[in-house]
């Protein structure tokens, strides 16, 4: 339900992330009116999965495998390679990595990619993925960037609370419904302070 979210570029990736390709569009002009915000929140989710990833086994050929499956999520005209994926994970892990530097928009298009491919790798529940998107929300603000506050109208909220919805599915309704339930209560104790 995007309750510790606090930026247009973090509603914008969730949205993304969901799926939920008519919501992102109306929240994607808004997002990218600060190209460089959402690059440091889209850096600060890429660090974070990252780090949830590296607690799993995640060597060199996990690595490898891992970008194989990243690739499945980036558009083909991007120009973005294997070696660029995997390459971009390595130097977040901190290891020494041999080659040519990645582009710029490689690296963000490979980035975004490896996010959204790591939300389904760690099955993450659209509630983890808004927890995400709120550390990379906190590490883009340490790290010195400006982010515009943003707070999304009763209707957008009930957006959410759709794509969600469609997120689990019919089988998981269950468990949706309770997650959004502590998501609602908390939703509504943020409103009354």
């Not at 927890?131 to 883009?140: C, K, T, W």
């Not at 515009?148 to 998981?172: K, N, T």
């Not at 269950?174 to 339930?181: G, I």
């Amino acid at each position: 339900m995007t309750v510790g979210l606090t930026t247009p570029q973090g509603h914008f990736l969730h949205a993304v992330l969901l799926g939920d390709r008519s919501l992102a569009r109306r929240l994607q002009s808004r997002a990218k009116q600060d190209a460089t915000a959402y690059a440091a929140v889209l850096e600060g989710a890429f660090v974070v999965v990252i780090g949830r990833l590296r607690q799993t086994r995640f060597g060199p050929t996990e690595i490898r495998l891992f970008s194989q499956q990243v690739m499945g999520r980036i558009r083909a005209d991007a120009g973005v390679t294997v070696d660029d994926v995997s390459r971009i994970i390595h130097l977040e892990l901190g290891n020494v990595v041999s080659g040519d530097d990645v582009v710029p928009a490689h690296s963000v298009a490979g980035q975004q990619a490896v996010v959204a491919a790591a939300t389904t790798e760690l099955r993450l529940t659209p509630g983890e993925i808004d927890r995400v998107i709120s550390e990379a929300e906190s590490l883009a603000r340490q790290w010195g960037f400006e982010l515009v506050p943003y707070r999304p109208s009763l209707l957008m909220r009930w957006r959410f609370e759709l794509a969600e919805g469609r997120w689990y599915g019919s089988a998981d309704r269950k468990r949706w419904a309770a997650e959004r339930m502590g998501a609602f209560v908390t939703w509504l104790g943020a409103l009354r302070s």
